[in-house]
């Protein structure tokens, strides 16, 4: 049974100007231990694949909080929340902390989908309850 969908749409270049006014600390307020690293790789190759990555990355978390039906109101937090990958390269949510256990608490399961394109990173995110 579907607990609930969200979706979100992201503006790049609001991610770009962000990153640009604050550096790093933007991005270590968003991302987890492990997106971190990624976006760090990312970034040091190519600053733009790094902007890229945390406009997918904010607009999934975002469309996660509106699945839940919490916003970005406590568990829900930005950093526990992460967009990991499998090796088949299709993305998956998996929750840290407080967050965790509140979302498997209620034996709830999530999928994710992103997309951007030039300007807009967009998810849609929906969470069951079997
Ligand atoms: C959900 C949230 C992350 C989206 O923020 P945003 O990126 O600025 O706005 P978006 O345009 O992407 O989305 C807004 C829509 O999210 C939806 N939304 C708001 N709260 C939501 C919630 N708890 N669960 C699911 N969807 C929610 C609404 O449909 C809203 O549109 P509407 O105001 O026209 O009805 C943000 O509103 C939030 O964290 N809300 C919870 C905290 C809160 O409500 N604070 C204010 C207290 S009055």
Redesign the pocket.
């Known amino acids: 049974m579907i607990y609930?969908i969200?979706?979100?749409?992201?503006d790049v270049r609001r991610i770009r100007e962000s990153l640009s006014r604050h550096g790093e600390r933007f991005a270590e307020k968003i991302l987890s231990d492990a997106e971190l690293v990624t976006w760090r790789q990312r970034s040091e190759r190519w600053p733009e694949r790094g902007v890229r990555y945390l406009a997918t990355r904010f607009s999934a978390k975002?469309a996660f909080?509106?699945?839940?039906?919490?916003?970005?109101?406590m568990p829900?937090t930005w950093r526990d929340c992460e967009i990991a990958k499998l090796p088949s390269g299709q993305p998956v949510i998996r929750l840290h902390r407080g967050l965790k256990d509140w979302f498997e608490g209620q034996g709830l399961s999530a999928h994710v989908s992103v997309t951007d394109e030039t300007d807009y990173a967009a998810s849609f995110v929906v969470v069951e309850r079997p």
Do not use: P, Q
């Not at 969200?6 to 992201?10: L, Q």
């Not at 909080?65 to 109101?73: F, Q, T």
């Open positions: 609930g969200g979706n979100d749409i992201c975002e909080s509106k699945a839940i039906g919490l916003g970005m109101r829900m």
